[in-house]
């Protein structure tokens, strides 16, 4: 068994929507970031990744890359799911928690379970999802971005 963490944080710029978990979200803001800037991705990413002991998702996908110039962070989640396959791991849970003011998030939550199951080809109840707010406290808490965090307990395969 081991153990992954991840994080990111990305802040709102001008533009309308943007992708969390996989799945679009409409706000009257984006998110500013190299790819599709989806924290929820990106943080489950760094906490397979780490689990898995191959670094993190600034290693593998570069920002000074311009093939992963907004691209879709589900395709980056599928490299990662390969890395799991080469080395014979399987996802036994992931866990997420997703910081923001605003938007409200509760109606995505499924979407964005299946969507990130769906990719890792794991049952939708393996994939936890919950959102809080930082109480007004800091740049998140002043609605200037959304910050995700994700723990994974991943489990190697017997051949």
């Known amino acids: 068994m081991r153990v992954g963490f991840g994080y990111d944080i990305h802040p709102f710029k001008k533009g309308k929507g943007f992708h969390l978990g996989g799945v ?66 399987k996802v036994n849970n992931i866990d997420i928690t997703i910081v923001a003011e605003e938007p409200k998030l509760n109606d995505y939550f499924f979407a964005m379970r299946s969507s990130i199951a ?16 930082s109480e007004g406290l800091g740049p998140i808490g002043r609605a200037k971005g959304i910050e995700a965090y994700a723990v994974c307990l991943i489990l190697k395969e017997e051949k």
């Open 24 to 89: 679009p979200i409409i706000y009257k803001k984006k998110l500013k970031g190299h790819s599709d800037a989806d924290v929820v991705i990106h943080a489950v990413m760094d906490s397979l990744l780490g689990a898995m002991g191959k670094g993190d998702i600034g290693q593998l996908f570069p920002s000074n890359n311009p093939f992963y110039k907004d691209i879709s962070s589900l395709l980056l989640l599928k490299e990662v799911k390969k890395m799991l396959n080469e080395d014979s791991y």
């Open 118 to 133: 769906s990719v890792l080809n794991i049952n939708d109840n393996i994939v936890n999802i919950k959102a809080t707010t």
